[in-house]
């Protein structure tokens, strides 16, 4: 495990102490973005460019932060841009629009069209990774004024299923079950594994809060495990044995990731709830079904007038809700784009952490964890939904921040409630009309399935 020296780490959040750093673990971040440039963090014991490791960290030359997926410092690779097109923002538009039922006919028989075009799904999901960390890093950056944006690229732009990993795992013997669940379990731990080497450098590094918009939900676990009992089984499976080892494989990888939390205590973890409409206490997914003081779970909205058709949800295992329908923010080549997911909401959480902070940097993960749950605007649409079935209110979190630098948390909190109002947001008549939603319009959170 490469980690800092005491000494090394303590220089470095020493040099950064002002503002909260905000670590984006995703797809890779576009740091010379006109909204993210300002608010880089930069490793001020490295020198740019000169392929030595000044720090002796392991990581050569983490100016902005490290590729974990291809092991070097390149935290995003621009050769992609140029990808985005306007069938593409089209796309992105009327998707939006379809959620909000404001959608026509024709706009919505084009949507249905384009969705069964491989070339411009393939194109779609290539791009969707692509810029999914810089759209993820503008939201958190604009959300906390004085925040440092920490780029940690998990995610591969062009993710590739296991194949060859799991074929050697044939010659094994044994029951159809033990080979299986073998199987299952070497792929938990080389993605876990991958985790914990994270939560290590991004605590090192001082980052505060991290925000995790990624992850293997139960619909992507059947696809590996109907991939694993076929090599391993050599015939197809039946669809009740699939979901059975699904929930297995994903209840592994939580498992697995738990200690994600442990290796970074002063770190407050934001992670997405999921874009498949499920119910994630019943149907789990990584890593966000994670359980921790220092860790929030995000489903998404649609402004604060009702959960989103995709989002995840779960009243156990989903802590909060936040605005992720149509969320414009940065996109790699200072261009900017209107997405929807759980990944927009998370950010949106992660920003007002890091803005609580900005304010009171004395308050442990606990603390801005307790403060953005008791802050919600408690709605009727997310009861049961979520454990505090309500949205998150940025304002009123701020307040309790800015009270708990004089007085006891505990107090902050109520006399933030009694200063703040809910969050007015105006919902024109056209928007009343029932949500058209095509299922899988929305991208899947990325995940990270290539074993190294």
Request: aromatic share 8%; glycine share 6%; proline share 4%.
């Given at each position: 495990?490469?980690?800092?020296?005491?000494?090394?780490?303590?220089?470095?959040?020493?040099?950064?102490?002002?503002?909260?750093?905000?670590?984006?673990?995703?797809?890779?971040?576009?740091?010379?973005?006109?909204?993210?440039?300002?608010?880089?963090?930069?490793?001020?014991?490295?020198?740019?460019?000169n392929q030595r490791d000044e720090d002796r960290n392991?990581?050569?030359?983490?100016?902005?932060?490290?590729?974990?997926?291809?092991?070097?410092?390149?935290?995003?690779?621009?050769?992609?841009?140029?990808?985005?097109?306007?069938?593409?923002?089209?796309?992105?538009?009327?998707?939006?629009?379809?959620?909000?039922?404001?959608?026509?006919?024709?706009?919505?028989?084009?949507?249905?069209?384009?969705?069964?075009?491989?070339?411009?799904?393939?194109?779609?999901?290539?791009?969707?990774?692509?810029?999914?960390?810089?759209?993820?890093?503008?939201?958190?950056?604009?959300?906390?004024?004085?925040?440092?944006?920490?780029?940690?690229?998990?995610?591969?732009?062009?993710?590739?299923?296991?194949?060859?990993?799991?074929?050697?795992?044939?010659?094994?013997?044994?029951?159809?079950?033990?080979?299986?669940?073998?199987?299952?379990?070497?792929?938990?731990?080389?993605?876990?594994?991958?985790?914990?080497?994270?939560?290590?450098?991004?605590?090192?590094?001082?980052?505060?809060?991290?925000?995790?918009?990624?992850?293997?939900?139960?619909?992507?676990?059947?696809?590996?495990?109907?991939?694993?009992?076929?090599?391993?089984?050599?015939?197809?499976?039946?669809?009740?044995?699939?979901?059975?080892?699904?929930?297995?494989?994903?209840n592994a990888l939580v498992d697995n990731s738990q200690?994600?939390?442990?290796?970074?205590?002063?770190?407050?973890?934001?992670?997405?709830?999921?874009?498949?409409?499920l119910n994630n206490d019943e149907y789990p997914t990584?890593?966000?079904?994670?359980?921790?003081?220092?860790?929030?779970?995000?489903?998404?909205?649609?402004?604060?007038?009702?959960?989103?058709?995709?989002?995840?949800?779960?009243?156990?295992?989903?802590?909060?809700?936040?605005?992720?329908?149509?969320?414009?923010?940065?996109?790699?080549?200072?261009?900017?784009?209107?997405?929807?997911?759980?990944?927009?909401?998370?950010?949106?959480?992660?920003?007002?952490?890091?803005?609580?902070?900005?304010?009171?940097?004395?308050?442990?993960?606990?603390?801005?964890?307790?403060?953005?749950?008791?802050?919600?605007?408690?709605?009727?649409?997310?009861?049961?939904?979520?454990?505090?079935?309500?949205?998150?209110?940025?304002?009123?979190?701020?307040?309790?921040?800015?009270?708990?630098?004089?007085?006891?948390?505990?107090?902050?909190?109520?006399?933030?409630?009694?200063?703040?109002?809910?969050?007015?947001?105006?919902?024109?008549?056209?928007?009343?009309?029932?949500?058209?939603?095509?299922?899988?319009?929305?991208?899947?959170?990325?995940?990270?399935?290539?074993?190294?």
């Amino acid at each position: 495990m490469k980690y800092l020296s005491k000494i090394m780490a303590a220089a470095i959040v020493t040099s950064q102490i002002s503002a909260a750093t905000i670590a984006i673990i995703d797809s890779g971040t576009d740091m010379q973005h006109e909204v993210i440039a300002p608010k880089a963090w930069i490793n001020q014991l490295e020198i740019p460019g000169n392929q030595r490791d000044e720090d002796r960290n392991g990581y050569q030359d983490d100016v902005y932060g490290w590729n974990f997926a291809e092991s070097n410092n390149q935290v995003i690779d621009y050769k992609y841009l140029g990808t985005l097109n306007d069938d593409m923002v089209k796309f992105f538009e009327l998707q939006e629009k379809s959620m909000r039922g404001t959608i026509t006919p024709e706009e919505l028989d084009w949507m249905r069209s384009i969705i069964k075009n491989e070339d411009f799904i393939k194109r779609m999901t290539v791009y969707g990774n692509f810029m999914h960390g810089t759209h993820v890093a503008g939201i958190s950056a604009t959300k906390s004024d004085d925040a440092k944006i920490l780029a940690v690229k998990l995610i591969p732009t062009e993710v590739k299923l296991p194949g060859q990993e799991i074929a050697s795992l044939n010659q094994d013997k044994g029951i159809i079950d033990f080979l299986v669940k073998r199987a299952i379990d070497a792929l938990a731990k080389a993605q876990t594994g991958t985790f914990n080497e994270i939560a290590y450098y991004v605590s090192d590094h001082g980052a505060k809060v991290a925000n995790g918009s990624f992850g293997t939900g139960f619909p992507q676990a059947k696809m590996i495990v109907e991939t694993v009992m076929k090599t391993v089984s050599k015939k197809e499976p039946n669809p009740e044995t699939v979901e059975h080892y699904a929930k297995y494989f994903v209840n592994a990888l939580v498992d697995n990731s738990q200690s994600m939390l442990k290796a970074a205590p002063n770190t407050l973890f934001v992670f997405a709830a999921g874009n498949d409409g499920l119910n994630n206490d019943e149907y789990p997914t990584s890593p966000t079904n994670i359980q921790g003081d220092n860790e929030l779970s995000v489903a998404a909205t649609i402004d604060y007038s009702s959960l989103a058709p995709f989002s995840n949800y779960g009243e156990k295992m989903v802590d909060v809700a936040a605005p992720g329908v149509g969320i414009l923010s940065s996109a790699p080549g200072n261009k900017y784009i209107k997405v929807s997911g759980t990944s927009q909401a998370a950010p949106y959480v992660a920003g007002v952490a890091g803005k609580i902070l900005d304010i009171n940097p004395s308050l442990k993960p606990v603390d801005v964890k307790k403060i953005i749950m008791e802050t919600v605007d408690t709605k009727s649409f997310l009861a049961g939904k979520v454990k505090t079935g309500g949205v998150v209110n940025s304002e009123r979190a701020q307040r309790a921040a800015i009270l708990s630098l004089d007085i006891s948390l505990s107090k902050a909190i109520a006399s933030a409630k009694e200063d703040v109002a809910d969050m007015e947001v105006e919902v024109r008549e056209k928007y009343r009309r029932t949500p058209i939603y095509i299922k899988g319009s929305v991208l899947p959170l990325p995940s990270n399935f290539v074993l190294k």
